[in-house]
């Protein structure tokens, strides 16, 4: 049963970067066909898709978080990783990290417990 | 993109009740759609996918239909530990969206 978690800073000041990381256990990232997912929900708010990484590299982003998302592979440490720079009050948000696969059509099957992280100086 | 917009926001009901939630695409998904619950601090999990097909260890209870734009979840007789929020999600374009949630409350 493949298992991910979540890890980085749980504060972030306003204007810097968040990064997070997002290790896989009980698969190997690299056995290709998923789509290694980031998904945020703001406090008692709902849920937004912010990208993903597939197979050999390619990746997709949410076009409203374009200009500030970058994620990564790094199948030596089998995690994958989210960097968003400038943030602001309004990315205070849990993060989750989700695998997606295709089950007739994209399913996300398998979520990290998500993390805090607020923005505040 | 595509907007996803569920109905109620919130519903109010008791155990052995039949419950329906219902999602609206804002244009044509085909069977795009998945359903997910999600529990105070947990992450969602997966209920039913490609409209109707229900996801491997999901209670038979739990049932979705629908196609095009308008979708439903149905739980046929609730149980005590299915009180918690629902979200459809869309997978036919991306950026793939989730609706708003309905937050399923014990009456």
């Known amino acids: 049963q493949v298992q991910l978690q979540e890890s980085g800073p749980g504060l972030v000041k306003p204007s810097q970067t968040l990064s997070l990381t997002c290790t896989v256990s009980g698969g190997s990232i690299s056995s290709g066909g998923y789509y290694w997912s980031w998904i945020r929900q703001h406090p008692g708010k709902g849920l937004e898709w912010i990208g993903y990484i597939y197979d050999s590299g390619s990746t997709y982003y949410n076009p409203s978080l374009k200009s500030r998302v970058t994620i990564s592979v790094d199948t030596s440490k089998n995690q994958f990783s989210l960097k968003l720079s400038s943030m602001t009050a309004a990315d205070t948000a849990v993060y989750y990290c989700?695998?997606?696969?295709?089950?007739?059509?994209?399913?996300?099957?398998?979520w990290g417990q998500g993390t805090l992280v607020t923005v505040s100086s | 993109d595509i907007q996803m917009t569920q109905s109620p926001s919130s519903l109010s009901a008791s155990v052995g009740d039949r419950v329906t939630i219902t999602c609206r695409a804002s244009q044509s998904i085909s069977s795009y759609l998945n359903w997910y619950q999600q529990k105070p601090g947990k992450a969602p999990k997966l209920l039913i996918y490609a409209a109707s097909y229900l996801q491997s260890g999901v209670p038979s209870r739990f049932s979705g239909s629908g196609s095009g734009t308008d979708f439903t979840l149905t739980i046929s007789s609730l149980q005590p530990e299915d009180f918690a929020t629902y979200y459809c999600q869309q997978s036919y374009s991306t950026p793939y969206s989730f609706g708003q949630g309905t937050k399923l409350e014990i009456k």
């Open positions: 989700a695998r997606g696969v295709v089950t007739i059509i994209v399913v996300f099957d398998n």
